[in-house]
Every structure is written in C-alpha cells, then in structure tokens.
C-alpha cells in the first residue's frame, strides 16, 4: 500500500506541474493565434445583453472560457494522447505483442441471431 500512495502523489505533483505547461501552452501560443485571427484575444465582450441597470448576460465570457477549455482539451490530446499511444504501438510492435482483437459479447450475438432469424420468417 505505501508504493501505491507514493505512485499517486508523483502523479498529483506531476499533474499539476503539467497543467501549468498546459495552460502556458494555451495562453502564451494558441490564445495569441486565435487573437492574431479573430483581433482579440477573449471573447467577454462579445455579445453583452444588458437587463435594467444592472444585470449583465455575458454570452461572450462563456464562450471564451469554451474555448479555453477546447483549446486545453485539444492540446492535452495531440501533446499526450497521440504520442502515448504512438510509443505505446512502437513498444508493443517491438516486443511482438499483438492487440486482440474485439470479441463480440455472447449476448449481443444471441441478440443478432434471433433478430436474424426474426427477419428470416416475416419475409
């Protein structure tokens, strides 16, 4: 047990130093790009629909932070995703090791045939 709580506390710290390269990558490269297209770098003043004095609806605010979180959820996975899972199949093509193939569930095969033959006996 003390192994494994020793893994999951390099995996806190690792995770937070890793969000802050995420959210460097976001603010610093991808969020100047999209203001070099767009001419600004959020959105809050977007779409402002003011009610009365003093109620403010900020569609545009909303919409930034979507599209802070796409942004970060994009990098995470062409940063981590794809090259894990492009060492992942270089590792296991160099040990020989084969992916198995999906095995269909009993049941949902069971469910195939009798809608089959379902089929079979109103044509």
């Not at 802050?20 to 959020?42: E, F, H, Y």
């Amino acid at each position: 047990m003390k192994g494994n709580v020793v893994d999951l506390a390099v995996a806190v710290v690792i995770g937070a130093a890793f969000g802050a390269v995420v959210t460097a990558l976001v603010d610093k490269i991808l969020m100047p790009l999209i203001a070099g297209l767009v001419g600004s770098p959020n959105f809050d003043d977007f779409f402002v629909w003011v009610i009365g004095e003093d109620v403010r609806v900020e569609f545009g605010a909303f919409l930034t932070v979507l599209v802070n979180f796409l942004l970060v959820a994009a990098a995470i996975y062409f940063v981590v995703i794809v090259p894990m899972r492009k060492v992942t199949e270089m590792n296991n093509a160099r040990l020989g090791i084969e992916e198995p193939e999906d095995e269909v569930d009993p049941q949902l095969a069971l469910l195939a045939e009798i809608r089959d033959e379902l089929k079979n006996r109103t044509s």
